[in-house]
């Protein structure tokens, strides 16, 4: 037996027990996941005593502590590195690893989804931590370009900034709203939180139109609000962020255990859930 858990606070929402139970029954091997609510200042201890114990491999975090994980490792991939934040804790001979998964979790959805990356121009609304976590993921995958928006303009170039002083090759730019009145993009991506409370952000609705996916990083029981304004605007390829949730699960259990697993029927029951 194997032992998992998700720490976070709050955590009594957490789909990742399910997910993981599911990933490992598709594999045929027994884990034990659990969600465990940490303390706001106590959850480095936590974490600790739990990878103490034996049998017990890895961990997830969720919010609020992604920084104090990152913090805490002895070991960063480059995923966490360039998000600058930890989702998954994994127990190794050289200390302890810090990985993000978040948007290799995207990717994932994306390509399941059969959207073509390759040479494609990205934009991002939001310069939050979910824009932070996928940027380097996405031009791993060959894309041409990305533009990051958002209201508060400094903070969308201070992001393109970091990244840009490590990958002065990387077309990645930034702006205002305003700033994409008269482009095109392939793939959009919604990184903000605002579906959460039925709001859209203030994009020309041209910029609907003509994207080939139209990816909202929120999930809800109907469509969310970013996704029904971008149906009315006559896209038909619409994605919500549920199959990103499982595909980063995906890519922390493959780290974990080694096993590669099919999220399509995990996502499948998750989506009847709702």
Not at 17 to 38: C, D, G, R, S
Request: net charge neutral.
């Amino acid at each position: 037996m194997q032992y998992f858990a998700v720490f976070g606070n709050p955590i009594a929402q957490s789909k990742s027990p399910v997910i993981h139970q599911m990933f490992a029954k598709q594999v045929k091997i027994n884990i034990e996941y659990t969600a465990i609510l940490a303390p706001l200042d106590g959850f480095e201890s936590a974490v600790n005593e739990f990878l103490a114990q034996p049998h017990h491999i890895g961990a997830n975090v969720t919010m609020p502590f992604k920084h104090e994980a990152f913090a805490m490792c002895d070991v960063l991939t480059d995923e966490a590195q360039s998000a600058q934040a930890v989702n998954t804790l994994y127990k190794t001979s050289e200390g302890l690893l810090g990985h993000n998964t978040d948007g290799l979790g995207l990717v994932q959805d994306l390509m399941r989804q059969q959207v073509v990356l390759k040479g494609k121009r990205i934009l991002i609304i939001g310069a939050g931590g979910a824009a932070k976590g996928v940027v380097a993921p996405l031009f791993a995958q060959g894309i041409d370009s990305v533009h990051i928006i958002n209201r508060n303009v400094k903070r969308a170039k201070e992001l393109t900034d970091q990244y840009l002083t490590l990958h002065p090759q990387w077309k990645l730019t930034a702006g205002s709203f305003e700033s994409v009145k008269h482009d095109h993009y392939d793939v959009i991506i919604n990184a903000t939180s605002l579906s959460m409370s039925g709001q859209v952000p203030a994009l020309s609705n041209h910029i609907y139109k003509e994207a080939s996916c139209i990816y909202d990083m929120v999930y809800l029981k109907e469509p969310t609000a970013f996704l029904t304004h971008a149906y009315k605007q006559g896209n038909r390829h619409l994605s919500d962020g549920l199959g990103m949730l499982v595909g980063q699960a995906a890519k922390s259990f493959e780290l974990w255990t080694g096993q590669v697993v099919d999220t399509t029927p995990v996502l499948q029951v998750l989506r009847a859930q709702l």
